[in-house]
């Protein structure tokens, strides 16, 4: 090879490692293992498999809700009503199930309430021109309303089928494995594919950046948004139906938070308000150091409440990190 073709290849993995440096999934790939280590070797009980049980079912609703509604996101479409649409669909699932006998019967129409939860929030922003932002602070706001009056009482005594839907365990070369955990390893599995090959989801990218160029290009916004926002109903209405399933029980407390804690977690890993960039393994790193940071607070003994202002402080922290970046680029390119 010639010098001058050696320092093009030399360049050209500088270039490449550069880019694998600035990437926010790489920072935070390191910040998850050095938090992993720490918590391995000052608490006892971290790394125990007892633990990582606990921690991987404590991220299951989160990741199942993250994916969808990450790729709405990335469209530029928040969605603060998936903690609020899980629990009224999965309270309404109950009561069908209880006045029924039928398990079935109340899964379905749990996932179709979902699916008409969502739909709502992209009537909205697509034909009444509500900002996404407002738009799902108020069905935020109205479902959870419904969600405490329909669920004054707790709902419970379900047949003992439906008890299948959240409690099955898999034996894996000896180890058990919760049903929950394959849920939601499936759900990020299929958002992997769908997101890098399945144009029409890829298609949020181009949607997230610039709506008029990609409107110009012949996508359909309009199309994509109901989708987008019906999925992500039917997947919060189904988390909400497996953890009733787990727990035995639908009350008016399920979901609550839930929606602040994802967003947190997208926007941490590599999502923007804006739009147009993330990625699904960002999505996935971010809602696991939520998980941990949680799991962490519990093992050591700290106050759990101090988990909202420890949220609270990484979502300032994210936006804040996301505007600057924003204003580096738009130098770079001036």
Avoid at 66 to 89: Q, R, Y
Wanted: glycine letters at 10%.
């Amino acid at each position: 090879m010639s010098r001058q073709g050696a320092e093009s290849t030399l360049q050209i993995k500088k270039s490449g490692f550069k880019k694998c440096m600035e990437a926010r999934e790489f920072t935070l790939a390191v910040l998850l293992l050095a938090i992993i280590v720490l918590l391995s070797v000052t608490t006892r009980d971290f790394a125990n498999p007892a633990n990582v049980r606990v921690l991987l079912l404590g991220m299951t609703s989160d990741l199942i809700i993250a994916v969808p509604m990450g790729i709405s996101l990335i469209a530029g479409n928040i969605d603060f009503s998936v903690g609020s649409t899980m629990g009224l669909a999965s309270v309404l699932g109950g009561m069908i199930i209880n006045a029924t006998g039928n398990a079935v019967a109340g899964i379905v129409a749990a996932l179709l309430i979902g699916a008409v939860l969502g739909i709502i929030n992209a009537v909205m922003i697509c034909h009444l021109h509500v900002t996404p932002l407002v738009a799902t602070l108020g069905t935020w706001m109205a479902y959870k309303g419904l969600q405490k009056v329909i669920a004054a009482n707790a709902i419970a005594n379900f047949p003992q089928d439906f008890f299948a839907l959240g409690r099955t365990e898999f034996n894996f070369f000896g180890v058990s494995v919760p049903i929950s955990i394959i849920y939601m390893l499936a759900v990020f599995a299929v958002g992997i594919f769908v997101l890098k090959k399945v144009n029409f989801f890829h298609n949020a990218y181009f949607i997230g950046s610039n709506k008029d160029s990609a409107r110009l290009a012949g996508i359909n916004i309009t199309k994509f948004t109901y989708v987008s926002y019906m999925i992500t109903g039917i997947l919060a209405a189904f988390a909400g139906m497996v953890l009733v399933s787990r727990l035995g029980t639908a009350s008016q407390t399920i979901g609550s938070g839930l929606e602040f804690r994802i967003v947190v977690a997208l926007l941490v890993g590599g999502l923007s308000m804006d739009g147009g960039e993330g990625s699904m393994i960002g999505i996935g790193m971010g809602v696991l150091l939520m998980q941990i940071i949680s799991n962490a607070l519990v093992l050591t003994g700290i106050n759990p409440n101090y988990s909202e202002v420890i949220i609270g402080a990484i979502l300032v922290l994210s936006v804040g990190i996301d505007q600057i970046n924003k204003r580096r680029r738009a130098k770079a390119h001036a």
